[in-house]
Every structure is written in C-alpha cells, then in structure tokens.
C-alpha cells in the first residue's frame, strides 16, 4: 500500500508542475509586462488545486485504465464456492470487491453467514499478485449453536483474468479452499 501511496504522490506532484508550466505558458505576455509575485502564487495554487481533483479522480476511477498503475482491477461481482476442513462440504458463495487505487474491500456472502473484511491490499508476493484481506465473519444467529462469529485470513492468487482462487485460515483452527469467477 505504501508504495500505491508513494506513485500517487509522484503522480499528483507531476501533475501539478506541469499543470504550473502550462498555466504559466498561458499567461506569459502578462507576466513579462507586469510581473507579480501574488499572480506567481495564484497561478501555483489554481495548479494544485486542478492537480488535487484529477488525483483523486485518478484513485477513485482513472487508475482502471492506465495500463503502467500496476494494480489490476478485480472490482465486481464473483460467484463460486468454498470448502472447510470443518466439515469438507463445498459451499456456494458470492464475493462483491470494492476496489479503488489505494483501497479494496471484501463481503463474501453464503446461506449461513456474511463475511467483511478488516483489512485488505493488493500485493506482489514472489512475482505473483495476490488479494490478502482478514475479514470477521458474522453467521446468521439460527446457525451460531455450531459457527460462532470469528475471523478469519485469506491469500487470494490474482494470475487469472477474472478468476479469483486461493485459501483461508481462520481462529478456530479450520482452513479451506476458495474459487470464484467474476459474474459482473
């Protein structure tokens, strides 16, 4: 994430100088006749300020499409299933992600029980993407006699395109397998 923050950072601060040139550029004939220090100024400010909306376009929906951002977008819509060492039975869910440039969110939904994340980021773990995330999973309060609320982490691999496929551990000492493919 650290990094993430650090590019959009350099990014924001390009953006801004180039965003002055230009501004400067613009009015070059008034600065050469009347030079002012407080038009010299105005003219940074109106730079950071434009710089400061396209950034924050840029992490909330630009990012997407810059091809050298080096997050991939698995925002959207997943159907798959499960399986626990609990019991070994394969479970249907649904996995909604949240996703901007510097921030990603998990709800993955069952028959029993709903689970959110915490805490989630995009890394590069050996070469190969993946979706880390802890998450608290709240069952539903008819199935709480034998799944109480408890939290769990799971390692999501991001080497297919709209395929998410990994595993969880969670505080009850059970573990299982994950594998969704986006659906929207």
């Known amino acids: 994430m650290k990094k993430q923050i650090d590019r959009l950072l350099k990014k924001a601060m390009w953006v801004a100088v180039a965003l002055f040139v230009i501004r400067c550029a613009v009015s070059f004939e008034e600065i050469k006749t009347s030079p002012s220090l407080y038009a010299f100024f105005g003219y940074a400010g109106e730079a950071v300020g434009l710089a400061a909306i396209l950034m924050i376009l840029y992490e909330k929906l630009l990012w997407r499409y810059d091809p050298v951002s080096g997050v991939p977008c698995i925002k959207g819509y997943y159907e798959g299933s499960f399986t626990s060492t ?67 982490t799971a390692m999501i691999t991001l080497s297919e395109k709209d395929h998410l496929k990994g595993t ?15 659906v929207g």
């Open 86 to 152: 609990y019991d070994s039975v394969k479970r249907e869910a649904s996995l909604t992600v949240k996703q901007s440039f510097l921030s990603v969110g998990i709800t993955m939904s069952t028959g029993e029980s709903e689970s959110r994340s915490i805490a989630a980021s995009i890394d590069n773990v050996y070469g190969v993407n993946m979706l880390v995330f802890t998450y608290q999973n709240d069952p539903k309060i008819e199935v709480r006699d034998r799944s109480q609320i408890h939290y769990g």
């Open 168 to 182: 969880y551990y969670t505080g009850r000492k059970t573990a299982g397998d994950l594998d969704f493919t986006k």
